[in-house]
């Protein structure tokens, strides 16, 4: 098999997964944003959480209908660039991906119901009711998804014959040693990356000089989200590391360059490498390796030496997983900041310098999003199925993967400008101050400052 089929293949594969994986976050995380700012809006009697609702409903609609495009994609490039791994694994993962639909397709017939019923009910509570589908038909999806995700990292709920999985067990495969770790931190980074998104758009807002009450209101609300958020992926990620440890150690010992075993290990941030590969101008922090590895500073940690040369994951994880952790600390970190200067009257939260951080924040995020999933998948190099099946065993070896990564790559292209384009006339021709005068014109007389 030639390496340039190889190559194509990931390279095919690592473009549709990171274009997807940008809508399929939104699908987790923004219907939770819709569900809490028309909880508040009801909850206060409030018509700017009220709009906020039914602004993000139309904008993610126009997202979901871009992510089910790019999650078909995924389910033929399966078959078509990767039918050794499904011939294997296909009588494996088949449950969690049908359960995977079946949750979209739960969350996309309330998210219709939802986005056609404003103002029809009396009680606005029943209308707020049917956001909570949406989130869970979310959630779920990305739970089914990571499952598949989690069995190729620690395979388990099968046995072996003759090269083929047999005596599958779909529900122990799905709940395997990965899993819980997996979905905590897939959940908690798409709530804080959503939040983030969110926030950055309205501090772009601020920025054009449109600081009303309206705008303000969301600032604060998507802000307070990042900071809870970014709290618990910190914590999703402390477990994930110690999942690693104890299951992925090599994945764990290439991303922080930990070449030997050794007790009281250092957490190496950012640097190089030399050519004997040695860490060359890093951070090191004494034991905070062997506490996040296993809660205790003077503990074990194994080390890449253990692991044979060709089953190594490759050393420049150490940059994805680097960037992943320094941008989840940051989110958080701004939106403190926020609230310290709002907290103290005499400073302006609402400063240029500020929102310029808020703005940048959710490209950040989403790029957080991306090197971790860069991260997860080539730290589990060279296999496919780990400890099972090898990528170079799972390919296919047609000639034609370099013409469907052309076709592919204009399809991306033509989906993200139809998305970009949409969204900005969507929302540049019916600006939120219009908006609210129309479906509440009681209060918008003196909302601009």
Known sequence: MELDTVLMSRLLTAMTLGFHIIFATLGVGIPLMISIAEFIGIKKNDPHYQLLARRWTRGFVITVAVGVVTGTAIGLQLSL?????????????????????????????????????????????????????????????????????????????????????????????????????????????????????????????ILKRKTTDYHKKALRLTMTMTFLFGLVTALAGDTSAKFLADHQSEKLAAAEWHFETSNNADLILFGWLNENNEPTGEMRIPGLLSFLAHGNFNAEVTGLEEVPTDKQPPLWIHYMFDLMVTIGFLLPGIALLYFILAMVKRWNEHNKGLLSLIFLSGPLAVLAIEFGWIYAEEGRQPWIIRGYMTVEEAVTSSSYVPHMFVLFFVLYVVLGTLCVVTLRKLFRNNPAEVELEKHYPTITKGDDE
């Not at 122990?172 to 998104?197: D, E, G, Q, R």
Request: hydrophobic share 55%; charged share 5%; aromatic share 18%.
């Open 81 to 205: 660039i990767w039918p050794n791994f499904m011939q294997v694994a296909g009588n494996v993962i088949s449950l969690p991906l049908f359960m995977e639909v079946f949750a979209f397709f739960f969350e996309a017939i309330f998210l219709g119901i939802y986005l056609y019923t404003w103002d029809r009910f009396t009680n606005p509570y029943i209308h707020w009711s049917f956001s909570l589908p949406i989130i869970i038909g979310g959630g779920f999806s990305a739970v089914f998804i990571t499952t598949v995700n989690a069995f190729m990292n620690t395979p388990e709920g099968f046995t072996t014959e003759n090269g083929t999985f047999a005596a599958v067990n779909p529900l122990a495969a799905m709940l395997n040693p990965a899993t819980p770790t997996k979905v905590f931190h897939v959940l908690s980074s798409a709530y804080l990356t959503c939040a983030a998104i969110l926030a950055a758009i309205t501090a772009f807002m």
